[in-house]
T-cell receptor, first 108, second 115 residues
Framework: AQRVTQPEKLLSVFKGAPVELKCNYS??????LFWYVQYSRQRLQLLLR??SRESIKGFTADLNKGETSFHLKKPFAQEEDSAMYYC??????????FGKGTRLSVIA | GAGVSQSPSNKVTEKGKDVELRCDPI?????LYWYRQSLGQGLEFLIY????????KSGLPSDRFSAERTGGSVSTLTIQRTQQEDSAVYLC?????????????FGPGTRLTVT
């Protein structure tokens, strides 16, 4: 069975500091990996997916198959980055499997 | 265009009552998903509809939960004989094909409180 682990429930960083939200997965095949974000009083939305290899709002995430990780990184955190972040995995034509989420708080 | 919509936005019900939650997906999306978001538990998959295929019900927590999708569009999630542990935000999402790389678009959710 697929599983996604986000070890941190809450991560607090100062504005301008680097941030890394950890995500590890378990799946024997080649998964599709995503980061979803939920800002306060907004709906859950896609932030980025590994297949696109893009940077969104300064965030990047690299799939490391050896470590089965897909950590989300940003070199300089901004206050508007404060939100709930969910890592998700998809194996073929199946529903997304989400981690339990990490609440990022960026302190001014 | 209009995104995924859900109704009601909030529902308070007494333990033992039945509730129906509605989801209107984005027009043209063939795949529809229901998730449950509980405090500290993240997002829990409930059920998945893809086109005319039989739904994937593997995430439904008990036989009190059921869902229908009529005409390949609107979906209703029904919870019978509600229990306090059913209190959560119920999220609906849709995607175009249901392929692995598809983006899932989420609705605003229905907050269910069972008293």
């Amino acid at each position: 069975a697929q599983r996604v682990t986000q070890p941190e429930k809450l991560l607090s960083v100062f504005k301008g500091a680097p941030v890394e939200l950890k995500c590890n997965y378990s799946y024997s095949g080649s998964p599709e990996l995503f980061w979803y974000v939920q800002y306060s009083r907004q709906r859950l939305q896609l932030l980025l997916r590994h297949i696109s290899r893009e940077s969104i709002k300064g965030f990047t995430a690299d799939l490391n198959k050896g470590e089965t990780s897909f950590h989300l990184k940003k070199p300089f955190a901004q206050e508007e980055d404060s939100a709930m972040y969910y890592c998700a995995l998809r194996a073929g034509n199946t529903p997304l499997v989400f981690g339990k989420g990490t609440r990022l708080s960026v302190i001014a | 265009g209009a995104g995924v919509s859900q109704s009601p936005s909030n529902k308070v019900t007494e333990k033992g009552k039945d509730v129906e939650l509605r989801c209107d997906p984005i027009s043209g999306h063939t795949a529809l998903y229901w998730y449950r978001q509980s405090l500290g538990q993240g997002l829990e998959f409930l059920i998945y509809f893809q086109g005319n295929s039989a739904p994937d019900k593997s995430g439904l927590p008990s036989d009190r939960f059921s869902a229908e999708r009529t005409g390949g569009s609107v979906s209703t999630l029904t919870i019978q004989r509600t229990q306090q542990e059913d209190s959560a935000v119920y999220l609906c999402a849709s995607s175009f094909w249901g392929a692995a790389v598809d983006e899932q678009y989420f609705g605003p959710g229905t907050r269910l409180t069972v008293t």
